[in-house]
């Protein structure tokens, strides 16, 4: 069974930095594209970036230029590192586990993922 757990949420200021982690246990996690999502209350869940098997990104429009998404093979993680934060960041934030092949590049629709941990709150104060 594949199990992932995401830590580093906080309360931050607006400018902020924040690093999110999720390690995952129960397969290979070589074998997985790996995603952060986000949610607040009364929102759709929506996509903040993606890595696949070979490690190529993509982010959300949102996010891009302020987030950056990496993966260690070795130590079974995948990080979210958040540069200059905003209010509107402020969100329950998922990581997800998707098995596909080699190449293929990271979804960014949510369904598609089949793992999900429990979420970190992220909020940002002006």
């Known amino acids: 069974q594949v199990r992932l757990l995401e830590s580093g949420g906080g309360l931050v200021l607006a400018g902020d930095s924040l690093r999110l982690s999720c390690t995952v246990s129960?397969?290979?996690?070589?074998?997985?594209?790996m995603g952060w999502f986000r949610q607040t209350p009364g929102k759709e869940r929506e996509f903040v970036a993606a890595i696949n098997r070979i490690g190529i990104t993509v982010y959300a429009d949102s996010v891009k230029d302020r987030f950056t998404i990496f993966r260690d093979n070795n130590k079974n993680a995948v990080y979210l590192q958040m540069n200059n934060l905003k209010p509107e960041d402020t969100a329950v934030y998922y990581c997800?586990?998707?098995?596909?092949?080699?190449?293929?590049?990271?979804?960014?629709?949510?369904?598609?993922?089949?793992?999900w941990g429990q979420g970190t709150q992220v909020t940002v104060s002006s």
């Open positions: 997800a586990a998707d098995r596909i092949i080699q190449s293929a590049p990271a979804n960014t629709d949510g369904p598609v993922y089949d793992h």
């Open positions: 129960g397969r290979a996690f070589s074998q997985f594209a």
